[in-house]
């Protein structure tokens, strides 16, 4: 089994910034392809950013682009994410999504692990 811990949500006024920490155990976590979604109040679980298992491939939303940077630390079985400039768009529950191998794909049914998620909201 795979077990996911996200952390480092919080309230934080548009403009600043976070930054959010996926711990994983139960896997051989350098081989896993890792994602962020997030789910805002009424609304379908979105891709955010995505980092291949081999190092230097990632993807991000049209929305964060420029703000956001995903990166991992397979040494400390770690996925971050970056977010700098929040607006209070951004605003939702973050969630870290782990799928064996390849690509960090868009569709969230593609991903077979999830944390439990982390709030993050940010003030106009």
């Known amino acids: 089994q795979v077990q996911l811990v996200e952390s480092g949500g919080g309230l934080v006024q548009a403009g600043g910034s976070l930054r959010l920490s996926c711990a994983a155990s139960g896997h051989t976590f350098s081989t896993y392809a890792m994602g962020w979604f997030r789910q805002a109040p009424g609304k379908e679980r979105g891709f955010v950013a995505g980092i291949n298992w081999t190092p230097g491939s990632t993807y991000y939303a049209d929305s964060v682009k420029g703000r956001f940077t995903i990166s991992r630390d397979n040494a400390k079985d770690t996925v971050f994410l970056q977010m700098n400039s929040l607006k209070p768009e951004d605003t939702g529950v973050y969630y870290c999504?782990?799928?064996?191998?390849?690509?960090?794909?868009?569709?969230?049914?593609?991903?077979?692990?999830w944390g439990q998620g982390t709030q993050v909201t940010v003030s106009s």
């Open positions: 999504a782990a799928r064996a191998g390849g690509r960090a794909p868009e569709n969230p049914a593609h991903y077979g692990y």
